[in-house]
């Protein structure tokens, strides 16, 4: 079981305890455009205090200063901090080392090790570690097991904690992510490793607890007696731009729906834990995952959706279409776009579907969670053109919350118009610099897993994931419908809605 602190993660809190922070893979794409990005944040808003060091270990050989200034390059240029103010940078550039190193190389853990030691003595540091995976995953097993037999996995002391953060993917099907977190439990017990879903860091992505569990209104209705369908989609402009390799053995299934969107799924679904702790929260998300019927092969074949972009324009510009990408094969079937209808087995949920989308290069960049809610039993109006109540969770870009209803038309007929009632975190709240790395990294210092992943959701999610990578990797001639940049996905999307009497509501 992970720590059971409650969870309190105030982003930017008080300072928390002295600390070392190894940065596995820091001169990768991850860790300088979000991780060192996100510790900046934290540092400058003092929730680093002033004891902590962050040591860089990859292979690329560098020293310190390179280190600092590549880094500093990369974090200038990150939007979702603002501007990086010179001084601020600099203070923060003195805590950054730099080790280079092959990931399975005994000696270079010894290095390490000693680096360690040496840092936390001149800084007294006291001991408290936390080991962040921003590597490739294939290295993850090769560190986990260097980090155990150099003795790093334990705590050096009663009172000081060793933690560990691993990206996503964490596997790339049920058998090699019960591999891993064999592994990983070999070495680190389950209390201390942070599998993160950045997903789970954004504010608006919280907030649907917050919506659901601190308000009377909407959690009446938030069941199968009401709700007629649950839509989230997770649509990208973006291609797959220098990932191509990457991305050519993983494809959306894997990248964005057994991670993101059955995150979404989860919260959506979930009962109301007993308390806001990392327990709690997991067991609960767990049996969401568990009550989601498993896919078979009709399933497959009848409720999802796989497609591939084609070239097309977006923004009025001409794009190249997937296989033309480079590190792609031109004959390439891995999918970039992926539509589901996942139906959840339980009192709450029996028969009402949840639409799940996302893919690359769609229209707009958006992600939202969208509820209907079932017409009004009888409509006493001559006017009957009225569009099913919705309430719309809009994650990003833009912030807010909005519900929608019918009202009287101006004038003298009785005509009815569909309006919205709109909350903008913007406005709501202000423009407060958030990460949703910096809140996960936050909760790590503080011991708090509550928005971390547990071995076992993160398998529950593999085996939903898994028959769906088996039927397609079966079905070697099947086609992968193709849809042009800048569309809505294939026409096959669309129809897996119609066939229920329903559309998509595209953002
Ligand atoms: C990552 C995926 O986990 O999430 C990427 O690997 C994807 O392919 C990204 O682009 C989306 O994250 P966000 O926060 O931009 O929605």
Redesign the pocket.
């Known amino acids: 079981m992970a720590e059971d602190t409650k969870r309190t993660g105030s982003l930017y809190g008080g300072a928390a305890e002295p600390c070392a922070v190894v940065l596995f893979g820091a001169s990768g794409d991850l860790a300088k455009r979000k991780v060192i990005p996100a510790m900046f944040d934290l540092a400058n808003h003092n929730s680093l205090g002033s004891r902590y060091v962050i040591v860089g270990f990859a292979r690329t050989p560098m020293s310190d200063e390179n280190f600092r200034a590549t880094a500093g390059d990369a974090a200038k240029t990150m939007s979702e901090i603002g501007p990086v103010d010179p001084k601020q940078w600099d203070a923060f550039a003195s805590a950054l080392y730099y080790l280079s190193g092959d990931y399975s190389d005994p000696q270079a853990y010894e290095q390490l090790a000693k680096r360690l030691i040496q840092l936390e003595a001149d800084k007294k540091l006291g001991g408290n570690r936390l080991f962040y995976l921003s590597t490739p995953p294939e290295v993850y097993p090769h560190i986990v097991e260097q980090l155990g037999r150099a003795g790093l996995a334990r705590p050096s002391s009663p009172n000081s904690w060793v933690r560990i953060i691993i990206e ?1 993917p964490f596997g790339r099907d049920l058998a090699t992510a019960k591999e891993l977190n064999k592994t990983v439990l070999d070495v680190f017990e389950e209390k201390q490793v942070y599998r993160i879903d ?2 789970l860091g ?1 504010d608006t992505v919280q907030n649907l607890l917050v919506l659901r569990f601190s308000n009377g209104i909407f959690e009446p209705l938030w069941n199968r007696n009401y709700v007629d369908c649950v839509q989230i989609t ?1 649509a ?1 402009t ?1 291609g797959v731009e220098r ?1 191509g390799g990457f991305y050519e053995t993983t494809g959306a299934l894997r ?2 729906i057994q ?2 969107v059955l995150q979404l799924t989860s919260l959506v679904a979930v009962e109301p834990p007993a308390s806001f702790d990392a327990t709690s929260v997991q067991n609960e998300k767990l049996k969401v995952l568990q009550s989601i019927r498993p896919f078979n092969l009709e399933m497959v074949a009848q409720s999802v959706v796989r497609g591939q972009y084609a070239p097309g324009q977006l923004d009025g510009k001409h794009l190249p279409g997937y296989r033309e990408e480079p590190g792609v094969s031109q004959t390439s079937r891995t999918e970039t776009f992926v539509a589901a209808c996942l139906l959840i087995d339980n009192w709450r949920w029996a028969g009402v579907p949840f639409y799940l989308r996302t893919g690359k290069r769609l229209a707009t960049r958006s ?1 939202e969670i969208m509820i209907q809610f079932k017409c009004a039993p009888h409509i006493v109006f001559r006017d009957r053109a009225i569009e099913p109540n919705r309430l719309i969770l809009n994650i ?1 870009p833009e912030e807010g919350i909005s519900v929608s209803f019918g009202a009287k038309r101006p004038g003298t007929e009785m005509r009815i118009g569909n309006v919205n009632m709109n909350f903008s975190y913007k406005e709501g709240f202000g423009e407060a610099s958030r990460s ?1 790395y910096a809140t996960l990294v936050n909760d790590c210092l503080r011991g708090d897993a509550t928005l971390f992943d547990r071995g076992d959701n993160v398998e529950a999610a593999w085996s939903l994931v898994d028959p769906i990578l088996d039927v397609w990797s079966a079905a070697k001639s099947a086609k992968v419908p193709e849809y042009p940049t800048g569309s809505w996905g294939p026409r096959e999307s669309d129809l897996l809605l119609e066939r229920d009497g329903r559309r998509w509501l595209n953002p």
Do not use: G, V
């Open positions: 996503k950045h997903y954004k997770a990208e973006l990932r990248d964005m991670s993101h992600t990003q949703a």
